[in-house]
């Protein structure tokens, strides 16, 4: 026998022994990699919903559902267009927001609206315009990390004090024109800028305090 | 024989478009007499996704995903041309330690690109004992890639100004021992293509390009180095970590398929050397240093280019200011490849047709879809699968001994 047909046998036999190279997936487990990216799974916990993530993820596969009626913010992470690049893991803000997981990667399913994962964030309203300001978790992140400069900020200072369950958010005192009283009330950076400048230079120059 | 009756005698076999598994869908039309293909018509463009306008209208980081998925077996290449091209607009300058990550994810994927090919090529000979081997052996470098970067395919490591990912020092050892354990295999694909007298005589002399042939075609890669033109752009115009690490660039003289499976095959295992090179080389850097931590992209022009499986991928990047590219122009190397063909199966006979076709590598899925139709009768004689089983018939008559090569 020539060698070449040698060579085939030889590789048959050892094949015989070996099996097959492949994982019987998914008849048996499969365990990928230490270092694999698999599902992003995010975390009700350390998420402050400050959705930095949907704003870097190539595959917009991370959506934002604002609900001002009820001051809640919806994250919801797709996985029928997510990538598994761990984006949204590597520059989220807390940085423990969302994490991909190294052992799910079996999403296969036939119904794709099943295909995601989702986390609830209740919103501080501005308490004039109601407009969303940020989600509660963000300003209290925000809050922390600035110490005791966290007393400087009205909105901060109000929603720490209302987080220790101090104060009350009046969650909207109904559209109308900003004053310089609404100084002491949670505002979105339109009205406080507006209500800033009634400070300094009085209600005649403002169309809305007439 | 007048013109109108020669046109009679032709029949055409159209091969391609559309396949959902291609990566670039191509139109081949084989005028054919007989068994002799006379004239091969090529069509491009059919999978205009509208990348790099969906460049332009996403972040510079970014980029490099959406780039990423160009290709599924290229999927190292274009973002490594892309960070490039970055890198040479803003004078950005990167750490060795991602230099070497860089040229070791780029060594893996022609690993395993190559080796697809092989088995692919093995495939439409009808030798599929290659086929199996070829794809069994490709596994453990999709394991290495999984280990390092955490999938498979579309590694998502390249980085304006570095990588995304560390390779721990800690585990470079089995890195090594997994880059080890693939020569063994790799001579053993050398010895089969060397020596098997079936694979010389369906490869041997068949789609010949001649040196001048490749040169005027501007063709890339390996298509190119089998014809004995010695172009490498990572040789040529280093880049990564290229020039660091030892390991040269295979040239064959023939220009026929044989060549080129060689070729491919020897570039293997230069790539095995420049991984191991480079892993010495990580030892040597501080873990952890991946990074130039890039700011800003300023306005200007930028080219960069990466020597892909297939060849030369190159990427133009404009900026201007913003954090957005203005423009950015991608030319994948099966663009300059696939042209060849039209002289290369020219003169051979349908049979050989399969093989000359994927001897360029281009994605292959295409001849599934091709057909045989009677231009007088509009009828169809061959499907797709056709083609391969004659390909398979013509090496079993080989071994057969019913057909004797020329
Ligand atoms: S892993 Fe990537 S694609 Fe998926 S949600 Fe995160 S950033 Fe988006
Ligand atoms: S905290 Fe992290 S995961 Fe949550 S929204 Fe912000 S960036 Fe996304």
Not at chain 1, 17 to 38: C, D, E, L, S
Not at chain 1, 51 to 71: M, N, R, S, W
Not at chain 2, 7 to 12: C, G, M, N, S, Y
Request: glycine share 6%.
């Amino acid at each position: 026998m020539k060698y070449p047909k040698l060579r085939e046998i030889k590789e048959a036999v050892t094949a015989l022994i070996q099996g097959p190279y492949t994982t019987k997936f998914p008849f048996a487990p499969h365990t990928p990699a230490p270092n694999f990216r698999g599902k992003p799974i995010p975390d009700e916990k350390e998420c402050i919903g400050c959705g930095a993530c949907a704003l870097v993820c190539p595959a917009t596969a991370i959506e934002i559902i604002d609900d001002k009626a009820a001051a809640s913010r919806e994250l919801i992470w797709h996985y029928d267009l997510c990538i598994f690049c761990g984006q949204c893991e590597r520059l989220c803000t807390t940085e423990k927001g969302v994490k991909l997981s190294n052992t799910e990667f079996d999403l296969a399913t036939s119904d794709r609206k099943t295909l995601f994962s989702g986390i609830k964030k209740e919103l501080i309203m501005c308490q004039m315009c109601d407009e969303i300001i940020a989600p509660k978790d963000q300003i209290l992140w925000t809050a922390k990390k600035l110490e005791h400069m966290a007393f400087g900020n009205y909105m901060v200072f109000s929603a720490l004090l209302n987080n220790l369950g101090i104060a009350k958010f009046v969650s909207k005192f109904g559209v109308s024109a900003v004053k310089r009283l609404d100084f002491f009330k949670v505002l979105c950076p339109k009205c406080r800028r507006q209500s800033h400048l009634i400070d300094e230079y009085g209600d005649s120059h403002f169309e809305s305090a007439k | 024989m007048s013109e109108n009756e020669k046109d009679k005698k032709t029949t055409i076999i159209p091969i391609g478009p559309y396949h959902p598994l291609q990566e670039e869908p191509e139109f081949f039309e084989l005028h054919v007499e007989g068994e002799k293909v006379i004239k091969l018509d090529i069509t491009l463009g059919y999978n205009h996704r509208g990348i790099e306008k969906m460049a332009e209208s996403m972040h510079y980081d970014q980029v490099a995903f959406l780039v990423e998925r160009v290709c599924g077996i290229c999927s190292a290449s274009h973002p490594f041309a892309y960070v490039n091209a970055v890198e040479d607009l803003a004078d950005i300058v990167i750490p060795d330690r991602a230099k070497y990550i860089r040229s070791i994810i780029g060594e893996l994927e022609r690993l395993h690109s190559h080796l697809l090919w092989l088995g692919l090529a093995g495939h439409f000979l009808g030798y599929n004992t290659v086929w199996m081997w070829a794809w069994k052996y490709r596994e453990p470098v999709l394991d290495i890639c999984e280990r390092i970067t955490g999938n498979r395919n579309h590694y998502a490591m390249f980085k304006i100004g570095g990588v995304r990912k560390d390779i721990l020092n800690a585990d470079i050892a089995g890195i090594w021992k997994m880059c080890d354990e693939l020569i063994k295999p790799l001579e053993m694909f050398r010895g089969a293509v060397m020596d098997d007298p079936v694979i010389h005589a369906r490869t041997k002399g068949v789609g010949i390009l001649t040196k001048q042939e490749a040169i005027d075609w501007c063709l890339l890669g390996p298509t190119v180095r089998a014809s004995g033109v010695a172009i490498d752009v990572r040789r040529d115009d280093p880049y990564a970590a290229y020039n660091m690490v030892d390991w040269k660039v295979i040239v064959t003289e023939n220009g026929d398929v044989f060549d080129k499976a060689m070729v491919r095959i020897l570039e293997m295992l230069e790539s095995v050397k420049i991984i191991k090179g480079c892993l010495e080389g990580l030892k040597k850097t501080k873990e952890g240093e991946i990074d130039a931590k890039v700011k800003s992209i300023p306005a200007g022009e930028g080219i960069g280019r990466h020597e892909a499986p297939r060849g030369e991928v190159f990427h133009y990047v404009r900026g201007d200011g913003t954090n957005r590219p203005a423009r950015h122009k991608i030319r994948a190397p099966s663009y300059m490849n696939v042209p060849s063909n039209q002289i290369s199966a020219i003169g051979g006979t349908i049979s050989d047709a399969a093989i000359v076709l994927a001897a360029v590598d281009p994605c292959y899925c295409c001849t599934e879809r091709c057909a045989v139709i009677d231009t007088r009768t509009k009828k169809k004689i061959l499907s797709g699968e056709d083609l391969v089983r004659l390909s398979q018939q013509r090496t079993k008559d080989i071994i057969s001994g019913v057909w004797k090569p020329k």
